[in-house]
């Protein structure tokens, strides 16, 4: 049977559950005990072996009767009192019984084998320490350590964050370990999530440590500058994005609150292909609605394991002074006419004020 493992925290108990399916057509018995004996005889590894750490939490582990076809879960309770990696071995022996639960008969007995059959479980109880504290006498090699990393969301951290051990130290006083990780962390997004260290001593122990992993607001990737030439016309440039990993990943490009609104962009959601290929087109287009305002905005374009953020500017070109060519040659720019002075609308628009008026008009 493949080996089953268990882990808990030092103090603490865990509990799963081992099934079993009486595979014939009659009725059997089942016992179920725990044993610190390698069942095979096979000489015993460095793993110490200690079945007071494990419990099968039953009212009786004997002679439990099973129907044909029939099931049944063996709970096995796994409860570390330190930082030594334990085993154990779970035994299930089951034998044929007659319908009303008596022995069989010899006509029975020829129909089919009544030959017990033994199912071995060999359990392996690891002990969890989140202290980060070291138990036992062993020699000190970063070849004696794994560091892996544990989350709730593996897929967003998998691609982004890596951790080894490179060194280890023991105090000869204290016997305290140290251990160098290194770790790197090259998140495509903002975030803030805790994930576990995850330590790995060849010897069994393991050791968990939390960590707060936290990505601010990326930089500027690039500048998009956008020219007009007139009011009202359009412009466009275009960009192509890839995906970060091998296979293709959902994306939404939008702009961020405060952004002008002469900015559009398509698509503003969809597909980017994996890396290496030509891309996505991402089209930002600039349609100015004066020619003398300020034209910002900052897109972001945001993927499962990646965000770019982009600053886009919008400008009007001025058009260009018109100069006029008199007939003897002389060039100049006109000047703008101004609006003729009708006197008379003037005095039209002025109010009749009495004498005593505080107002006094200039004629």
């Given amino acids: 049977m493949e080996p089953v493992s268990i882990s808990s925290l030092i103090g603490s108990s865990t509990s799963i559950t081992i099934p079993f399916t009486n595979p014939t057509e009659l009725p059997v018995m089942v016992d179920v005990t725990l044993t610190d004996k390698e069942p095979s005889g096979a000489a015993g590894s460095q793993v110490i072996t200690d079945i007071k750490v494990f419990s099968i939490p039953l009212s009786h582990t004997d002679g439990i009767l099973v129907s044909e076809g029939g099931s049944f879960d063996v709970p096995v309770v796994f409860r570390p009192n330190n930082?030594?990696?334990?085993?154990?071995?779970?035994?299930?022996?089951?034998t044929h019984v007659c319908s009303n639960g008596l022995a069989s008969t010899e006509t029975e007995r020829a129909e089919v084998d009544l030959t017990a059959v033994c199912w071995n479980y060999h359990l392996f109880g690891i002990p969890v320490d989140e202290n980060c504290k070291t138990w036992g006498d062993f020699q000190v090699s970063a070849e004696d350590f794994?560091?892996?990393?544990?989350?709730?969301?593996?897929?967003?951290?998998?691609?982004?964050?890596?951790?080894?051990?490179?060194?280890?130290?023991?105090?000869?006083?204290?016997?305290?370990?140290?251990?160098?990780?290194?770790?790197?962390?090259?998140?495509?997004?903002?975030?803030?999530?805790?994930?576990?260290?995850?330590?790995?001593?060849?010897s069994g122990t393991i050791w968990k440590c939390p960590i707060d992993l936290i990505a601010t607001e990326p930089h500027k990737d690039n500048a998009i500058i956008i020219e007009s030439t007139e009011v009202g016309k359009t412009s466009a440039v275009g960009i192509r994005l890839t995906s970060t990993t091998r296979r293709s990943v959902q994306f939404s490009a939008a702009f961020l609150p405060g952004s002008s609104r002469d900015f559009r962009v398509t698509p503003s959601s969809g597909f980017l292909p994996p890396v290496g290929s030509a891309g996505k087109l991402i089209t930002v287009s600039f349609t100015p609605t004066s020619a003398n305002s300020k034209h910002t905005a900052r897109l972001t374009i945001q993927a499962v394991l990646m965000q770019q953020t982009f600053e886009v500017k919008g400008t009007v070109l001025q058009s260009p002074p018109i100069y006029i060519t008199?007939?003897?040659?002389?060039?100049?720019?006109?000047?703008?006419?101004?609006?003729?002075?009708?006197?008379?609308?003037?005095?039209?628009?002025?109010?009749?004020?009495?004498?005593s008026s505080p107002l006094k008009l200039r004629r």
């Avoid at 030594?84 to 035994?91: F, G, P, R």
């Fill in 83 to 94: 930082a030594v990696l334990k085993q154990a071995w779970l035994s299930v022996t089951m």
């Fill in 146 to 202: 794994v560091c892996t990393v544990q989350s709730d969301s593996k897929a967003e951290t998998e691609d982004c964050l890596s951790a080894s051990v490179t060194a280890g130290r023991r105090d000869p006083e204290t016997s305290l370990i140290t251990l160098t990780l290194h770790i790197v962390y090259t998140p495509l997004k903002t975030c803030r999530r805790s994930v576990f260290l995850v330590v790995h001593c060849i």
């Fill in 326 to 355: 008199s007939d003897n040659g002389n060039t100049y720019a006109p000047r703008p006419s101004k609006e003729k002075k009708s006197f008379v609308v003037q005095n039209l628009r002025i109010p009749n004020l009495a004498n």
